[in-house]
């Protein structure tokens, strides 16, 4: 299923998508630069994962199946039961230079929710065959949604890329812009390739998620 982002309002007007301010300061507040000729990187990367799941207690395969289908109608994307959530969060301070502006303490922060139904039969009582299919299906639908945060892990670091790579040489006002550029485009192509890779799998299905 296409992946879902939680996205804040102010993120192009603030650059950041971390709720807050970002905070100017001028380079005598006491927070000294990297000293020159440092290779340490700007920024560190968060991410966090957690998987919740939904009961499906049907005890036919047909019944079984119209509880999968109606637990996922309401998202309307694709035709998988499962789905992935990622929030994707920048936060910085802006601090002034003798050369531009810099970032202190940036941090890109990932925070992923995979969603997977739980089945547990009213009865108790898992049916061999049907066993056997749902653990191939749930199998195949974890690998599919795994997909989906593996490319946003890909995308955090692609935006901790880019606002690295931001020259010194901008004043504030310009580097706090350009910031929100960076996130704008990491938005913009973790959907293109989101949607190749579940036009691909065909929203998991070519994967083998299908019961």
Same mark, same amino acid.
């Given at each position: 299923? #296409?992946?879902?982002?939680?996205?804040?309002?102010?993120? /192009?007007? !603030?650059? %950041? +998508?971390?709720? &807050? *301010?970002? =905070?100017?300061?001028?380079?005598?507040s006491g927070t000294a630069p990297?000293?020159?000729?440092?290779?340490?990187?700007?920024?560190?990367?968060?991410?966090?994962?957690?998987?919740?799941?939904?009961?499906?207690? #049907?005890?036919?395969?047909?019944?079984?199946?119209?509880? /999968?289908? !109606?637990? %996922? +109608?309401?998202? &309307? *994307?694709? =035709?998988?039961?499962?789905?992935?959530?990622?929030?994707?969060?920048?936060?910085?301070?802006?601090?002034?230079?003798?050369?531009?502006?810099?970032?202190?303490?940036?941090?890109?922060?990932?925070?992923?929710?995979?969603?997977?139904?739980?089945?547990?039969?009213?009865?108790?009582?898992?049916?061999?065959?049907?066993?056997?299919?749902?653990?191939?299906?749930?199998?195949?639908?974890?690998?599919?949604?795994?997909?989906?945060?593996?490319?946003?892990?890909?995308?955090?670091?692609?935006?901790?890329?880019?606002?690295r790579a931001l020259p010194a040489?901008?004043?504030?006002?310009?580097?706090?812009?350009?910031?929100?550029?960076?996130?704008?485009?990491?938005?913009?192509?973790?959907?293109?390739?989101?949607?190749?890779?579940?036009?691909?799998?065909?929203?998991?299905?070519?994967?083998?998620?299908?019961?």
């Amino acid at each position: 299923m #296409a992946a879902r982002w939680q996205l804040p309002l102010m993120l /192009l007007a !603030a650059g %950041m +998508a971390q709720a &807050g *301010e970002v =905070k100017a300061e001028s380079a005598n507040s006491g927070t000294a630069p990297p000293a020159a000729g440092t290779d340490e990187p700007v920024g560190i990367l968060e991410i966090s994962e957690r998987r919740e799941y939904y009961v499906v207690d #049907a005890i036919t395969h047909d019944e079984l199946r119209q509880q /999968l289908d !109606a637990a %996922m +109608a309401g998202h &309307g *994307e694709g =035709k998988s039961v499962g789905r992935t959530e990622q929030d994707l969060r920048s936060a910085y301070e802006l601090v002034a230079t003798p050369e531009g502006c810099r970032f202190k303490d940036l941090v890109v922060s990932l925070d992923i929710t995979i969603h997977l139904p739980s089945w547990q039969p009213a009865n108790g009582k898992r049916p061999y065959k049907l066993d056997k299919a749902w653990e191939k299906m749930i199998a195949a639908l974890t690998l599919h949604e795994e997909g989906h945060r593996d490319l946003a892990v890909e995308t955090a670091g692609f935006l901790l890329d880019s606002l690295r790579a931001l020259p010194a040489h901008l004043d504030c006002g310009q580097l706090r812009d350009q910031a929100g550029k960076a996130f704008f485009r990491a938005r913009v192509r973790h959907s293109i390739v989101d949607g190749i890779y579940d036009r691909r799998t065909r929203h998991g299905i070519a994967q083998g998620a299908v019961l």
